[in-house]
T-cell receptor, first 113, second 114 residues
Framework: NAGVTQTPKFQVLKTGQSMTLQCAQD?????MSWYRQDPGMGLRLIHY???????DQGEVPNGYNVSRSTTEDFPLRLLSAAPSQTSVYFCASREGGSGNTIYFGEGSWLTVV | AQKVTQAQTEISVVEKEDVTLDCVYETRDTTYYLFWYKQPPSGELVFLIR??????QNEISGRYSWNFQKSTSSFNFTITASQVVDSAVYFC???????????FGQGTELSVKP
């Protein structure tokens, strides 16, 4: 029962570097999304996808790219990391249809120095 | 505007006390879903409950209970006889029928002292 798997769990980047946070789910969920969590701000939606080949922007998309080539995978790319992107990132997924529970990965702690 | 407000930033109680975490939401939609998640010190997000907007029946699960009142747009969470293991940040969240976006409150950090 893997559920939603995120890698890496911890990462330190230098300003300007690029990296990809990986997210995979084995539940055949249609919806996948990325959130970032910052102190006092709760979780904010970065990007989301309603199915393979379809992505859309959330509340705070700037500085991030996503793609959804398969149902299982939804990587989040930081093209040129900035200190403001220091955060905890959560990937989530859920089944299609209304009301279904959203399941989260364990989180990825990213520090940009 | 779609918004979730958790006015209590931090709550500290002594073990065995009852504690209520408040959640107030705003939405124009008539169909929506409300959630509570727990984030223990280890950092993962743990699903606790989902409630549909058309079901105002309150729910009890062990020491946890939830009071959903559409008239006041509130979805409060009560822990009875709190335990140290309940110490965590608790998030209330709102989702609409269209799309998979969750809107989170800012979270309430609960500290249960022995």
């Amino acid at each position: 029962n893997a559920g939603v798997t995120q890698t890496p769990k911890f990462q330190v980047l230098k300003t300007g570097q690029s990296m990809t946070l990986q997210c995979a789910q084995d539940m055949n969920h249609e919806y996948m999304s990325w959130y970032r969590q910052d102190p006092g701000m709760g979780l904010r939606l970065i990007h989301y996808s309603v199915g393979a080949g379809i992505t859309d922007q959330g509340e705070v998309p700037n500085g991030y790219n996503v793609s959804r080539s398969t149902t299982e995978d939804f990587p989040l790319r930081l093209l040129s990391a900035a200190p403001s992107q220091t955060s905890v990132y959560f990937c989530a997924s859920r089944e299609g249809g209304s009301g279904n529970t959203i399941y989260f990965g364990e989180g990825s702690w990213l520090t940009v120095v | 505007a779609q918004k979730v407000t958790q006015a209590q930033t931090e709550i500290s109680v002594v073990e065995k006390e009852d504690v209520t975490l408040d959640c107030v939401y705003e939405t124009r939609d008539t169909t929506y879903y409300l959630f509570w998640y727990k984030q223990p010190p280890s950092g993962e997000l743990v699903f606790l409950i989902r409630r549909n907007s058309f079901d105002e029946q309150n729910e009890i699960s062990g020491r946890y209970s939830w009071n959903f009142q559409k008239s006041t747009s509130s979805f409060n969470f009560t822990i009875t006889a709190s335990q140290v293991v309940d110490s965590a940040v608790y998030f209330c969240a709102l989702r609409f029928r269209q799309g998979g976006k969750l809107i989170f409150g800012q979270g309430t950090e609960l500290s249960v002292k022995p």
